[in-house]
């Protein structure tokens, strides 16, 4: 047991911990009793505020050890969450202000709400509610294995039950605290996670290379290091079959982060467009983190540092190895900052991704099917209920199923969310896919997607199936056609599915107008996506809590912004 660690990641957790259940109080509007400011914090953080909560929500604890361990093992390709985070914001800049603004006039809490409003059609809206909710469960579950990783380093390292007893404690605080202060308690805690972290990998990334020769002695070691190995996939630099997958990986990634619910949330919360800009410009630093924090992989190498055995599965748990790095080569005191830092990086995803699901399932499914008529009280109070159980399924997740498991889903995870891809970004733009394009679409991209991931199999790790995202262009076959023939190059399912997606969307479109089906009816205005926060038609927050208070005390409703509030009903 690693006691001095220990003890310093104890009072670093305790401390966020008091900062989460203050953060009820902190920028506190009317009332919490409405998903307005539970699950959007009032929709008036500042850039400050908002470039921690979404630096802390898209730069997670699973982030900060998997990619170093994924340089650790492969090498060059896991250096491609480095392209996939520098081209992110300009490919969504734009669209990210379009959703703020339309989102404000309309009431919008969730991708799924602007969907119904932009096509009149709740089963589309349902398949992206439902899309949202299942890619982002495992996701929730790897920042736990993130945060088992650094357990396992300080000596936390159990099997059974009791071995994921100090997980499931951690994660009853987290659900008490974002129970009670919503979206809030992230948001505060996010600024003593980033500034940990920023503080720990500078120091890392300048003490380290000099203990072990020099950046040219590492990828020296790195090399010999692969050169060694039977794979031909790893090395130093990227190979002939592996180029084209690194840059669909980073293309795809980038295309899906933000159609993840969880991403949304953060930008939904913010107080204006110009918050958004600036965000967009600020962000990329977090990517320079992540540059300097991926190279650790191959620090590690160099160091001989080894992955800690999984007691609960019996094999190496190679997301131990930045944990073990920092232990066996920082001072202890110093070690335990550096495990509270990735500790505490793991609440803060995880609260806002738990908030992100209840807000859909309250929204777009709870209000559209169980109860049309609920209160926003009732929604918030039924947000708060659907947070503590998405929270303790991922937890379940990782105490009776393989963790393996739940980076699998994840990948799935990725693959699924980009079909949300044409009817919500796109949309963002024009209505002119057909709503039956978009379904048709959807269960094109969605379908094929999944059959190529069941195709792919890698025997040494024992499956045959779902073994990853990476699929040979051989591989892809159009009613036993193969249009590369026995091509070893890879290419990333996502884009491959997504390509599937638009085409059928497109062909449906062309049949479903042809045909002069109706295509549902769309309660924006052109106008709305460029509203800023100080239109006089950007809908108040917590808006229908207040009319109920004034109709409790016998007075009529108030309507804001003359004709356009018509257009308000999602």
């Known amino acids: ?36 400011e539970w699950g959007l914090g009032g929709r008036k953080f500042g850039s400050w505020i908002t470039w921690f909560l979404v630096g802390g929500d898209l730069y997670t604890a699973y982030t900060f050890v998997a990619v170093p361990a994924l340089m650790f093992g492969a090498g060059a390709l896991g250096f491609y969450a480095l392209p996939y985070t520098v081209i992110l914001y300009p490919l969504v800049f734009l669209p990210l202000v379009r959703m703020w603004s339309v989102s404000r006039v309309h009431g919008y809490v969730t991708p799924a709400d602007f969907v119904k409003g932009r096509y009149g059609s709740h089963w589309l809206a349902l398949l992206i509610a439902i899309t949202g909710i299942v890619a982002t469960m495992p996701y929730i579950a790897l920042q736990l294995v993130g945060l088992e990783a650094v357990l396992r380093s300080m000596g936390l390292n159990g099997s059974g039950i009791l071995g994921h007893l100090p997980l499931f404690i951690a994660f009853v605080i987290l659900a008490l605290y974002t129970y009670q202060s919503g979206l809030r308690a992230p948001a505060l805690i996010a600024f003593v996670k980033d500034i940990l972290i920023y503080l720990v990998i500078l120091v890392a990334i300048v003490y380290l290379p000099s203990k072990f ?21 790893d090395g130093i630099l990227l190979t002939g079959t592996n180029q084209l997958q690194y840059a669909t990986l980073a293309l795809g990634s980038a295309l899906a982060l933000f159609l993840y619910p969880h991403s949304l949330t953060g930008i939904l919360a913010s107080r204006g467009r110009n918050v958004i800009k600036r965000n967009m410009v600020a962000l990329p630093a977090y990517s320079l983190l992540l540059g300097l924090l991926a190279l650790l992989g191959l620090v590690a190498i160099s160091a001989g540092t080894k992955p800690i055995v999984n007691q609960a599965t019996g094999r190496p ?66 947000a708060k209920l659907a947070s503590l159980v998405v929270k303790f399924g991922a937890v379940a997740f990782i105490v009776f199923v393989d963790p393996q498991f739940s980076i699998d889903l994840q990948l799935i995870g990725g693959v699924m969310i980009l079909q949300t891809l044409p009817a919500v970004a796109i949309a963002l733009y024009t209505r002119w896919f057909h709503v039956y394009g978009l379904v048709a679409g959807w269960i094109g991209g969605m379908g094929y997607g999944m059959w190529l991931l069941y195709t792919i199999g890698n025997p040494a790790i024992g499956k045959s199936h779902f073994a990853g995202s990476a699929l040979p262009l051989g591989n892809i076959s159009l009613f036993g056609w193969h249009p590369f023939g026995a091509s070893t190059t890879q290419i990333y399912v996502g884009i491959v599915a997504l390509f ?71």
């Not at 003890?7 to 911990?17: D, K, R």
């Not at 002695?217 to 010999?224: G, L, P, R, S």
């Not at 995803?349 to 109860?371: D, F, G």
């Not at 205005?525 to 229908?544: L, Q």
């Open 500 to 570: 599937v997606n638009l085409l059928v969307a497109v062909v449906a479109t062309l049949i479903a107008k042809k045909a002069k089906a109706f295509n549902g009816t769309d309660q924006t205005d052109p106008s709305d996506y460029h509203v800023d926060e100080d239109n006089p038609r950007v809908k108040p927050v917590a808006a229908a809590h207040r009319d109920e208070a004034v109709n409790a005390k016998g007075h009529p409703p108030v309507t804001v912004g003359g004709p356009s509030s018509l257009r308000w009903s999602t």
């Open 213 to 233: 020769g020099g950046w040219g002695e590492i990828f020296n070691d790195a090399q010999a290091k692969f050169d060694a190995t039977p794979s031909k996939a």
């Open 1 to 36: 047991m690693q006691w001095t660690e220990l003890i310093v990641f104890s009072v670093l957790f305790l401390l966020v911990t008091v900062m989460g259940f203050l953060a009820a109080k902190w920028q506190r509007g009317d009332t919490l009793e409405h998903l307005d």
């Open 317 to 382: 748990d190679t997301n131990t190895i930045v944990p073990e790095l920092f232990g066996a080569n920082f001072p202890s005191w110093f070690a335990g900052i550096a495990f509270a830092a990735i500790g505490i990086g793991a609440l803060v995803p995880a609260a806002i991704m738990s908030i992100a699901a209840a807000n859909l399932w309250t929204r777009n499914i709870y209000k559209e099917y169980v109860k049309k008529n609920a209160t926003p009280a009732e929604e918030a109070k039924q």
